[in-house]
């Protein structure tokens, strides 16, 4: 059984669409984090969430963190073909000790 | 320079091959980590070393061996691998491993494979 449960793990949509991946726990998180990782590359940190029930928007990427702090949510609007990647979320445990879920590998199509 | 770069980008090695991946970060962090990623299976945090101390080991077997000679380089070790050792190997630094642990910024990764 994973920590982080991330679904759905696989998603492949037409240019123009809205989506929405989460990050699920039944653990408590002082923070979490989304990553993006492209072809080749490693992870790249696109937010962090702190306080339950925060929102915080990156352009047409909206990142919310549950009330209790054990989920977290990743929506797209408009989707573009740059954002295809694997998306990661890692919640941040006690003093430091960062857990990875296993990732959305997400495709958006031209 | 990169943030944080990794060398090799790709390695293959037999079961009885002695190599080593390297990873050097140009941003003043104090903290740097080796993660194995295989697919469909979380980030797998293997050695954390702040400040060139080693914190954490995390179960990881013994023909894996890191090094940290000083705080901007961190090696990795391999010995005897087993094919089940194949995957991408993700080095990565942070300024701190304290309760604030912030950003992790990591290389491309390393994409080793046994045969």
């Known amino acids: 059984t994973q920590l982080l449960e991330q679904s759905p793990q696989f998603l492949s949509i037409q240019e123009g669409e809205n989506l929405t991946v989460y990050c699920n726990s039944s653990?408590?998180?002082?923070?979490l984090q989304w990553y993006r990782q492209e072809p080749g590359e490693g992870p790249v940190l696109l937010v962090t969430?702190?306080?339950?029930?925060e929102v915080k928007k990156l352009k047409r990427l909206t990142f919310q963190f549950g009330d209790a702090r054990k989920d977290s949510s990743l929506h797209i609007t408009a989707a573009q073909t740059g954002d295809t990647g694997l998306y990661l979320c890692?919640?941040?445990?006690?003093?430091?000790?960062?857990?990875f879920g296993q990732g959305t590998r997400l495709t958006i199509n031209p | 320079e990169t943030g944080v770069t990794q060398t090799p980008r790709h390695l293959v090695m037999g079961m009885t091959n002695k190599k080593s991946l390297k990873c050097e970060q140009h941003?003043?962090?104090?903290?740097m980590y080796w993660y194995k990623q295989s697919a469909k299976k979380p980030l797998e945090l293997m050695f954390v070393?702040?400040?060139?101390?080693?914190?954490e080991n995390n179960s990881v077997p013994s023909r894996f061996s890191p090094e940290c000679p000083n705080s901007s380089h961190l090696f990795l070790h391999l010995h005897t691998l087993q094919p089940e050792d194949s995957a991408l190997y993700l080095c990565?630094?942070?300024?701190?491993?304290?309760?604030?642990?912030?950003?992790?910024?990591f290389g491309e990764g390393s994409r080793l494979t046994v045969l």
């Open positions: 990565a630094s942070s300024q701190g491993t304290g309760p604030n642990t912030g950003e992790l910024f």
């Open positions: 653990s408590v998180f002082s923070s």
């Open positions: 969430v702190v306080t339950g029930g």
């Open positions: 890692a919640g941040l445990q006690g003093a430091q000790k960062l857990v």
């Open positions: 941003l003043g962090h104090n903290a």
């Open positions: 070393y702040s400040l060139e101390e080693r914190v």
